[in-house]
């Protein structure tokens, strides 16, 4: 082990973290010094600082006119219960997981509102057969499987006509994967994902038709006040121009424009989406060039291009969850890769973001280490043998 040569070059940043994620690149606390901080969220400045917030997420992410949206409490969990709270019941639901946060949608859905629910779930590493969903029905999904590694390669396979709505928790997808406006009705995210921006906030995008049930259905459960998006029947539509339904930190809100104004600078959606897919490349083709590790997701269609999740797969190794701790403690101890460690839930393995965030060079750098820390733990394991 001892004659294992560390690799020459090191990542620049080392934050390889699936949330939060990686901050945008050279930020500085500096940047925020346009916060109004010990202002009113509801004085001027505050109400255009949201607002702003909004417009540009519109704008970078195309979100179609229409479509409504707002900056929630409780990050992406806030969110997607949000809509569940307020949205289902009306129609059959069918819930659709692979991976552990969809897993706990369903739980809500049938433990929580107590739904006759059809619940579709996948293995790790793959998704259910979109063919045998009945859009009639509500589907709930999330497009990216932050957990898992997998997505939906495109939304071909949900109607543009259907009947019911597609509620989509995009959490890990946003802004580095194109979303298919037309086809989802509900949209949820946090800041703390591809943006690298600090958590607690929630973003939930309603189509046209979600609007037209939440103000033609009123749910049989009770109903709490973060959860609240109508009143008397009618849309309260101040939530989605910045009033937020509770204090939002301002702080926060700031770093979330500077994390929109450098998408903006740099060309947008289309310049987001080149990122992460540069990155999941270079860790792709790292793959393919070693037969002890492998990508979690079975059909390279379905691999994510952010929380790219592998496992490895050298029959010398006996506990699988060890070697992975193990491997992911060394490279965190040489301060080349933080919190690149399986999610607790998930097979065991490596998770790296390679978020928009993430510059390519680091990723390119960490491939060498992952190999050095391999076979060093690979040599560990025949010296205690």
Not at 73 to 97: C, H, I, K
Not at 236 to 261: R, W
């Amino acid at each position: 082990m001892s004659d294992l040569q560390t690799p020459a070059a090191r990542p620049a940043n080392p934050r390889f973290s699936s949330g939060p994620c990686a901050k945008i690149p050279a930020y500085s606390l500096d940047l925020l010094s346009d916060a109004p901080l010990g202002r009113s969220h509801r004085a001027a400045v505050g109400k255009a600082k949201l607002k702003e917030a909004i417009d540009l997420t519109r704008e970078i992410l195309g979100v179609p006119e229409g479509y409504r949206i707002g900056i929630v409490p409780g990050s992406d969990t806030g969110a997607v219960e949000m809509a569940m709270w307020s949205l289902l019941g009306a129609r059959p639901v069918e819930m659709l997981a692979w991976e552990s946060f969809g897993e706990g949608w369903v739980t809500d859905a049938v433990k929580q509102l107590k739904l006759d629910a059809t619940v579709r779930k996948a293995p790790y590493g793959e998704i259910v057969d979109l063919a045998q969903v009945d859009f009639t029905r509500d589907v709930v999904f999330t497009w990216n499987g932050t957990t898992s590694g997998v997505r939906l390669p495109n939304g071909d396979a949900i109607p543009a006509d259907r009947e019911g709505l597609t509620i989509c928790d995009a959490t890990s997808a946003a802004f580095a994967m194109d979303l298919p406006w037309d086809k989802l009705d509900v949209v949820t995210f946090s800041w703390q994902k591809v943006l690298g921006g600090e958590g607690g906030h929630g973003m939930l995008i309603l189509s046209p038709r979600a609007v037209e049930r939440l103000e033609s259905y009123t749910p049989a459960w009770p109903m709490p006040k973060i959860f609240r998006m109508t009143k008397g029947g009618k849309l309260i539509e101040g939530i989605f121009q910045g009033e937020t339904i509770n204090t939002p930190s301002m702080l926060a809100v700031e770093d979330y424009l500077v994390s929109l104004k450098w998408a903006q600078r740099i060309g947008g959606l289309k310049a987001l989406v080149a990122r992460a897919e540069a990155n999941s490349k270079v860790v792709a083709e790292f793959v393919a060039a070693h037969d002890w590790i492998a990508n979690l997701a079975v059909d390279p269609a379905t691999a994510s291009t952010t929380s790219v999740c592998l496992k490895f797969t050298d029959p010398r190794i006996a506990d699988g969850a060890a070697f992975a701790k193990a491997v992911a403690k060394r490279l965190e101890k040489e301060g080349v890769a933080l919190d690149v460690g399986a999610y607790r839930d998930a097979p065991a393995g490596l998770r790296i973001w390679c978020g928009s965030t993430v510059e390519t060079a680091d990723v390119a750098a960490l491939m060498p280490w992952i190999e050095w820390a391999f076979e060093a733990e690979i040599a560990a394991l025949a010296k205690a043998a």
